[in-house]
């Protein structure tokens, strides 16, 4: 069949499905918004294959034209194929993160497959690539905007990652690892949010719920309520009378973070806690249908198979090569600096709340058979005991100042001041969920800049974290026009309960600041391409504007404006702000050492040669090698180290490696990695594999980029402006050193995360 044929045939079966596939169709809907509830599982898979169809068909046409190859005929053209591809995977993509029902991750286990193999077509074909390479030549030469370059480059490198340079059998091979990783992946998140949402933990007694302060008990008590648990039930389930639940109980506990992490900091029950911190922290290890152990050391097995196969020693080497930091060698060095730096503040931490536990040793405060040791899962409980005794900052006492909606405006207003921008609310627009709502951006002479949505509450059906995504990139369409985007803030915040509105934490206050940051970044974007815009930078570029956001959210001059007592619309008062400023660095040991251990667990992951170890070795399990397995080596700091010594090869134990990695890095007993290697999802589904160092990396410039606002003055136009239109409206369009470089007016200092961390 002709290709003008297979298109006709196309076009003929979307016309004949318009009717039922909103996919197919215009979406007449305010600003082009999908029709989310017009939308249902069954349309995502017939979309997706006629989606792959035409983008198909489209680079079969570049590659049949007969005129030279040019960046115009080519890449550009590339670029603006596979619209409908786009529409129906950025709805899906992101659906399956904020509202993943079981229907919708059965059609993601199908698509995913389908996806890899379209992926593998394109960067696979020959012909394709010939004409993408004669572009690339002559990118220097052909008088290409710098964006035009980075984009040619970044096509280039898609081809060459994927394999177009191998053999026959060497391709078929790549095609087999990208279908494997990607199901492993998707099997990985789906497992963790399975595990999440597995464990609960129902209490009926007061003294079981000793030292929680009554808005979690609010929260606990409507969680219980919406699991459908009553007084009764929970009386049944726990073999007691009616009579025996405590007033304004039973209680449910989750491992959602607005759940643990307040049960974590302020229960007195040591056995409760350490039971909801093993429960939390073994996700994805427990031996059962979700574990995750097998599936992590066939994905990292696959890694470094591609990798070798492209000529890399291991994933972090080619992970990094396009990114900022280059080697693994340059990260590993930024990471101890910062590591051991954490630790020895954290040795301090722990040190002044043994005084504390000790103190309650004595007291008989603690079981009789409880060992008087600070243990991960005392942290948060003493730490909280700590700031209250040195800064006399309550949780729950601040937390009425940061109702939701407020702490929302405050983020508007901040980025009005800061940019222009404005924010309108919207009414009757589509949403995928009724805890969604929608605003209109405009500039400051009433431009059009995009649509945000928000969705900050956690249910079943959510992953636990917080991001932000986009239903729609912004772009300039051939025509001509910019194409302005859908943005996505998603967050897991406490829940309004019995009556009472959200209320937040000084953490998640700072959070929705964060990935308000990012929000911007999609929001002001102004590029030609829509690969180049806005977030699609280097990953350890990435966290720069929304990092650079969160410096804004504990200035007095800006908890003025949006930090009211919901209930008395009192500001909050100038004592409280100056305790919250000088608890501010309080406990940044611990946060130090635990996100710089979990990218060191990262980085040590992806430094491995092979996933077989000698049986001598620290983390081996009892599970023989296959026949012609290779030993395992680790690239710490450029150098390829052995792991044993042994030539009788075991796989690798996930958690004895771990274990021994962070022994060897210098973790200490009382705190664990961030994310453990189980529940490790930035790396083994999201994208930041050998990559979750950047969380640092770009602390280091929006430390540093916040000092000059500091100087300047927090709200100095010319100072925001610069950043505006240097970093924010770039995208990819430049190398995003250059970019920093040129809004700073020098290279970063890297001593600005220490000293703002108070390290």
Avoid at 95 to 107: G, I, M, R, Y
Avoid at 171 to 195: C, D, K, V
Avoid at 297 to 322: C, H, N, S, V, W
Avoid at 529 to 545: C, H, I, Q, W
Wanted: net charge negative; with cysteine; aromatic share 10%.
């Amino acid at each position: 069949m002709t290709r003008n044929l297979i298109l006709t045939g196309i076009v003929l079966i979307m016309t004949s499905c318009n009717s039922i596939n909103p996919f197919f169709g215009d979406w007449d809907t305010p600003y082009s918004l999908p029709p989310f509830g017009e939308i249902h599982e069954t349309d995502y898979l017939r979309a997706v294959k006629f989606g792959i169809h035409q983008q198909a068909s489209e680079v079969d046409a570049i590659i049949a034209r007969d005129a030279e190859p040019t960046f115009e005929n080519t890449i550009a053209a590339y670029e603006h194929s596979g619209r409908l591809l786009d529409r129906v995977t950025l709805v899906l993509f992101n659906l399956a993160e904020s509202d993943a029902t079981p229907a919708l991750q059965k059609v993601v286990d199908r698509v995913i497959p389908l996806l890899t193999e379209h992926t593998d077509n394109i960067f696979m074909n020959p012909y394709f690539f010939e004409r993408v390479k004669t572009v690339y030549d002559n990118r220097n030469s052909s008088g290409l905007t710098d964006e035009q370059v980075r984009l040619t480059e970044k096509l280039y490198r898609q081809f060459i990652a994927n394999g177009v340079a191998l053999d026959a059998s060497g391709q078929a091979r790549m095609r087999e690892i990208n279908r494997e990783i990607a199901a492993l992946e998707q099997a990985f998140g789906n497992n963790l949010l399975a595990e999440t949402n597995a464990f609960t933990l129902l209490l009926t007694d007061s003294s079981e719920v000793s030292g929680l302060p009554e808005s979690v008990l609010h929260s606990a008590a409507a969680e219980a309520e919406a699991a459908g648990i009553s007084a009764h039930d929970a009386a049944k389930l726990k073999g007691l009378d009616d009579r025996d639940i405590a007033p304004g109980g039973p209680w449910l506990f989750t491992l959602q973070n607005q759940s643990y992490v307040p049960f974590m900091t302020y229960s007195t029950n040591r056995d409760l806690r350490e039971k909801m911190f093993r429960a939390y922290s073994s996700r994805g290890n427990n031996g059962n249908e979700r574990d995750n152990k097998d599936i992590i050391l066939k994905i990292i097995g696959l890694r470094i198979e591609k990798a070798q196969m492209l000529g890399y020693d291991t994933p972090a080497d080619f992970i990094l090569a396009d990114k900022m930091a280059k080697t693994p060698a340059a990260v590993d060095r930024f990471l101890d600096r910062i590591f051991r730096a954490g630790v020895a503040k954290a040795k301090e931490e722990a040190a002044d709340m043994q005084e504390i536990m000790d103190g309650d040793a004595l007291a008989g405060l603690l079981p009789a058979d409880s060992t008087s040791v600070i243990r991960p899962w005392d942290w948060a409980y003493y730490a909280e005991r700590v700031r209250m005794d040195r800064f006399a900052v309550d949780e729950t006492a601040v937390k009425p100042y940061f109702k939701m909606e407020n702490v929302r405006q405050g983020v508007f207003e901040t980025a009005r001041r800061l940019y222009g921008v404005n924010f309108e609310k919207l009414e009757d627009v589509p949403v995928y969920h009724p805890d969604v709502e929608a605003f209109r951006v405009t500039d400051s002479d009433s431009t059009f800049l995009g649509i945000l949505l928000t969705d900050y509450y956690p249910r079943t059906t959510k992953r636990g974290g917080a991001w932000m995504s986009n239903f729609r990139n912004q772009e300039i369409s051939e025509s001509g026009e910019d194409i302005r985007p859908i943005i996505v803030n998603v967050g897991n915040f406490t829940k309004p309960a019995a009556g009472k509105p959200s209320l937040l934490t000084l953490d998640e206050t700072a959070t929705m600041f964060h990935e308000f940051g990012h929000a911007l970044h999609g929001l002001l974007t102004r590029c030609t391409y829509k690969d180049m815009s806005g977030t699609n930078v280097a990953r350890d570029f990435v966290e720069l504007p929304s990092q650079l956001n969160e410096n804004w959210a504990f200035q007095p001059e800006v908890l003025a404006t949006y930090a009211t007592h919901y209930e008395t619309g009192e500001t909050i008062p100038d004592s409280l702000v100056t305790k919250i400023r000088r608890a501010g660095k309080f406990n940044y040991g611990f946060m130090t050492t635990e996100l710089a251990a979990a990218s060191i667990l990262d980085m040590r992951w992806h430094e491995l040669t092979s996933i077989y170890v000698p049986s001598d070795s620290p983390f081996a399990s009892g599970t023989p090698a296959p026949e012609g397995a290779k030993p395992a080596f680790l690239k710490i700091n450029g150098k390829l180290t052995p792991v044993g010594t042994s030539s009788d090869l075991r796989l690798i134990d996930p958690l004895k490696f771990e274990e021994s990695m962070m022994k060897d890095a210098g973790l200490i007993d009382e705190i664990i990695p961030r994310y453990r290697t189980t529940y490790f999802n930035h790396i083994f589904k999201s994208g930041y594999n050998a990559g979750y160092y950047s969380y640092l990396w770009a602390e280091v410039l929006d430390k540093d980029a916040f000092e000059l606002f500091l100087k300047k003055g927090i709200f100095d136009k010319r100072t925001s402006m610069s950043y505006r239109r240097n970093i924010l409206e770039k995208g990819d369009s430049e190398d995003p050193m250059t970019l920093y470089r040129r809004f700073r007016g020098a290279e970063p200092d890297a001593g600005a995360l220490l000293r703002s961390r108070g390290l």
